[in-house]
């Protein structure tokens, strides 16, 4: 057997739009989320978050069966909107009492709570003064973050401030894949700048361990031609190092900030930000799925696999490149399967920020589950991603990378954003219509792999 060490986390994550639905309830404010999924043309089949897993109204039975698979630790987002509905102003006390009822109900059944503070959920009103490209959006995160504190600091250790700030910022503002759907590159800089301040500002007022939860992604030139190499540098530079720099060094890598010297991120910087930005917050969030493969040359064959929908492009500054195939085999999202790629990212952190405890907060795969008529779903093939990426962070401590835990993207099917309901990431299968959830064969053997602490030989995987 693989064995973890002992106190390693076995977790499973979601975020609050994804699961929740009541989108109306308990005093909860329209988020950007609400607005985008409500535009036509936006979100595959038209669907919404409104109704999304029921977990508002299911979150007791959720726990009851994250406890009877096994899993130990929950990362779940905490609605903005909900605590604020307008995104300023006083606690709306309903909101604060559902994420109380939760934790304590973690907390009963022995599985720790790990919330995140922004999972994308912008209420509305703030996208409305200008959103994250306006730097007041950071102050009112922070003033959001002491009204979590407060509510809930007693009885929670750890928090995630800001999830994928990568896709907020490019993905909301650049390409417009997601909420708030603008496509202006200018403003997805000044968005960058904001979002890390806002995680600065919020690890000053939260008490316990605080992390940002960043998608890292291996990177590749597609060949050693200078073209292909610089489109690698560029790549790495805005997806991985724009975020790590200055929440561990304290400063932007020279290089990306030349690079978005269009769009005026450096504009954005007052004295004392970069300060703020990497105060130390004792943690730090890995969201790992893939490798990206890059070229430069404008004859390359890429694919964007952000969206469904024709895209314009998330990489301000490297909007020539083209992603290409890497020859590996791919999941149901298109994305290429590299565990590999997450052991070498872990060992990298490692080595080249400040040895904080690292966390993978998300990895996982969507396939194409086929459900029997009783909802029972063999998916032999998450079980193998799920060993294989469970097996490189198994290495990558082997060789002293400090890592805490894993948390498995996701525990029951859900919302994938654009996508709609037409991507399963799940550990637990759900039936939309009757909100049924059968776990999987890959959650019943995660659950097995987290009671033992450790991965059974390989060709004994009990499915
Ligand atoms: C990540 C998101 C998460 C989920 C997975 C598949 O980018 O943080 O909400 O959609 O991808």
Same mark, same amino acid.
């Given at each position: ?144 973050? #002491?009204?979590? @504190?407060?509510?809930? $600091? ?5 928090? %995630?401030?800001?999830?994928? =700030? !990568?896709?907020? +910022? ?124 890059? #070229?430069?040359? @404008?004859?390359?064959? $890429? ?5 469904? %929908?024709?895209?314009?492009? =998330? !990489?301000?500054? +490297? ?145």
């Amino acid at each position: 057997m693989t064995s973890f060490p002992a106190g390693f986390a076995w977790g499973a994550a979601t975020s609050a739009y994804q699961i929740e639905g009541a989108a109306a309830e308990g005093g909860r404010g329209p988020s950007i989320w609400d607005t985008f999924s409500r535009t036509p043309g936006k979100i595959l089949g038209g669907d919404t978050g409104d109704i999304a897993v029921d977990h508002y109204h299911r979150f007791r039975d959720d726990i009851a069966l994250m406890r009877d698979l096994g899993i130990t630790a929950y990362r779940f987002s905490i609605a903005w909107p909900r605590i604020q509905p307008t995104g300023s102003g006083p606690v709306n006390e309903r909101g604060l009492d559902f994420y109380k009822d939760l934790v304590d109900a973690l907390l009963e059944a022995g599985i720790e709570p790990w919330p995140t503070l922004y999972h994308w959920d912008l209420p509305q009103p703030l996208e409305d003064a200008g959103g994250w490209p306006l730097r007041d959006t950071a102050s009112r995160f922070a003033e959001y973050a #002491s009204l979590v @504190a407060a509510g809930l $600091g007693d009885r929670v250790p750890r928090w %995630f401030t800001v999830n994928e =700030p !990568w896709c907020s +910022a490019f993905l909301g503002y650049a390409s417009g894949d997601h909420a708030p759907g603008r496509r202006e590159p200018a403003a997805s800089a000044r968005a960058v700048h904001h979002l890390l301040l806002g995680h600065g500002m919020a690890a000053q007022v939260l008490p316990g361990q605080v992390g940002a939860a960043v998608n890292l992604y291996a990177v590749s030139a597609a060949s050693d031609e200078p073209e292909d190499v610089d489109a690698a540098r560029r790549i790495d530079g805005l997806q991985n190092r724009l975020f790590l720099d200055p929440l561990f060094h304290g400063r932007y890598p020279a290089d990306v900030l030349a690079d978005l010297e269009p769009y005026g991120l450096a504009e954005c910087v007052r004295p004392g930000d970069m300060e703020t930005i990497s105060t130390p917050a004792g943690m730090l969030g890995v969201n790992y799925y893939s490798r990206h493969t890059v #070229s430069g040359r @404008a004859d390359a064959e $890429g694919f964007v696999a952000t969206s469904p %929908f024709a895209t314009t492009s =998330p !990489w301000p500054g +490297a909007e020539h490149v083209s992603f290409v195939s890497g020859g590996r085999p791919m999941t149901g999202m298109g994305w290429e399967i590299d565990p590999a790629g997450l052991q070498e990212m872990l060992t990298r952190v490692a080595a080249e920020y400040p040895a904080v405890p690292l966390y993978v907060t998300e990895n996982g795969a969507a396939f194409e589950d086929k459900a029997s008529a009783d909802g029972v779903v063999d998916d032999p093939e998450r079980v193998a991603y799920l060993d294989a990426h469970l097996r490189a962070c198994h290495a990558a401590i082997a060789s002293g990378v400090p890592l805490g835990g894993y948390f498995a993207w996701s525990l029951m099917d859900n919302f994938e954003w654009s996508w709609g309901y037409t991507k399963r990431f799940g550990l637990v299968h759900v039936d939309y219509p009757t909100q049924r959830r059968v776990p999987k064969s890959s959650g019943r053997w995660y659950g097995e792999a987290a009671r033992r602490g450790g991965l059974a030989d390989p060709g004994t995987i009990d499915r």
